[in-house]
């Protein structure tokens, strides 16, 4: 079973995807709080198995005067009160082999950045700690490339592996899915769609990542039709003033809508 090394998931039992969601970066205790309330309300009606999302760092950044975060032991901190709290399970990015058994005392899963993921020493340094290794796809990596990342976490002695699609670059500007990688690459582990970082749109001249919003649910409803495990989504209740990422993240009232769409087409799909 895709979950059963996730303490406290829930609703392991559904045939829904399960749900990686939460902001960019840990903006603060208030934020964090807020956003996982709303998201464990939606999921729970919903019977979406739900880890909620938080980077305690922000290490890949255009600019040096943007955003990184609040401190990484006072964002850490937060993400464990939020898993206490809800009794949910966490995920955060590690940019370092140091923060896999840093990061591995406050959250669940660990996530290895796509620009980072062919980094032997930190996908086996998380690895080790024993947490599910969630390994993002490179932005520059076939599908089938993906399968190395995996023997990497099984090379360490771990069989805790998740692969993410992000998308791919599509000229300088631009990335694009391409829904074929899915099928591939759930023959190496259980796959994520990350919807809204697959829209985003890099290397803007301003330094400032650009995105697609609008195509959110397009992604998200061809990613349940192609049978992907899981959803990855960035949201926030003012994407426009987030510190990270806001070009691309789902605002957070229109959550709900596009889970519940999600979740009938993903039943239709069983049914057949």
Same mark, same amino acid.
């Given at each position: 079973m895709i979950l059963q090394d996730i303490p406290k998931i829930k609703h392991t039992n559904s045939n829904n995807f399960f749900l990686l969601a939460g902001p960019c970066?840990?903006?603060?205790?208030?934020?964090?709080?807020?956003?996982?309330?709303?998201?464990?309300?939606? %999921?729970?009606?919903?019977? $979406?198995?739900? !880890?909620?999302?938080? =980077?305690f760092k922000k290490a890949n950044r255009s600019r040096i005067d943007s955003f990184t975060g609040i401190g990484d032991d006072k964002a850490l901190e937060i993400l464990k009160k939020v898993s206490e709290k809800f009794d949910v399970?966490? !995920?955060?990015?590690?940019?370092?082999? %140091?923060?896999?058994?840093?990061?591995?005392?406050?959250?669940?899963?660990?996530? $290895?950045?796509?620009?980072?993921?062919?980094?032997?020493?930190?996908v086996v340094a998380a690895a080790k700690t024993g947490k599910v290794v969630n390994l993002k796809k490179g932005q520059f990596m076939s599908p089938e490339a993906m399968q190395h990342a995996v023997q990497k976490v099984k090379d360490a002695g771990s069989n805790k592996a998740w692969v993410t699609d992000r998308g791919t670059m599509f000229g300088y500007q631009d990335m694009i899915v391409d829904f074929r990688g899915i099928p591939t690459m759930r023959q190496y582990a259980p796959v !994520?769609?990350?919807?809204?970082?697959?829209?985003?749109?890099?290397?803007?001249?301003?330094?400032?990542t650009g995105g697609r919003p609008d195509m959110i649910e397009t992604i998200a409803r061809a990613g349940?039709? +192609? +049978?992907?495990?899981?959803?990855? $989504?960035? %949201?926030?209740?003012?994407?426009?003033?987030?510190? =990270?990422?806001?070009? +691309?993240?789902?605002?957070?009232d229109h959550l709900e809508r596009l889970l519940t769409n999600l979740v009938a087409i993903r039943s239709t799909i069983n049914s057949l």
């Open positions: 970066a840990i903006e603060g205790e208030d934020m964090a709080m807020r956003i996982a309330e709303r998201i464990i309300s939606i %999921t729970g009606k919903l019977e $979406i198995p739900f !880890v909620f999302k938080g =980077s399970p966490t !995920v955060t990015d590690i940019h370092e082999t %140091t923060d896999a058994e840093k990061a591995a005392q406050y959250v669940d899963v660990l996530q $290895i950045p796509a620009f980072l993921v062919r980094q032997t020493d930190l !994520v769609l990350d919807v809204t970082h697959s829209l985003q749109q890099p290397n803007q001249s301003s330094g400032v349940v039709v +192609n +049978n992907v495990d899981g959803l990855f $989504i960035e %949201t926030h209740f003012d994407p426009a003033n987030a510190k =990270s990422d806001g070009a +691309n993240m789902l605002h957070l």
